[in-house]
């Protein structure tokens, strides 16, 4: 199982790039609440830069995956 933060590593700084709820293989319901706080307060080493894309999932409503930028760290 890819965790966010192995994701978020293999990126360069400043890269934008897509997580979705399979790429994290959780269900779409329990992604919709994390992507709704990623989107409000940030994740580990990303921002959200687009609205987040939403289907119908099991008859709901859900985001399954974000358009992410992943931030620079500070060294120092």
């Known amino acids: ?3 966010i933060d192995d994701i ?3 990126q360069k700084e400043g890269a934008t790039f897509v997580i979705s709820y399979q790429m994290l293989r959780m269900p779409a319901a ?3 609440v994390l992507a ?3 989107y409000d307060d940030g994740g580990p ?3 959200v830069i687009d609205t987040p894309h939403r ?4 008859d709901e409503f859900l985001i399954t995956r974000v358009t ?3 931030t620079v760290s ?3």
Do not use: P
């Open 55 to 58: 289907a119908v999932v099991d």
């Open 30 to 32: 329990d992604f919709h």
């Open 68 to 70: 992410v930028i992943k």
């Open 74 to 76: 500070r060294r120092g």
């Open 1 to 3: 199982m890819a965790s």
């Open 45 to 47: 080493g990303f921002n």
């Open 36 to 38: 709704q706080a990623w």
């Open 8 to 10: 978020v590593k293999k």
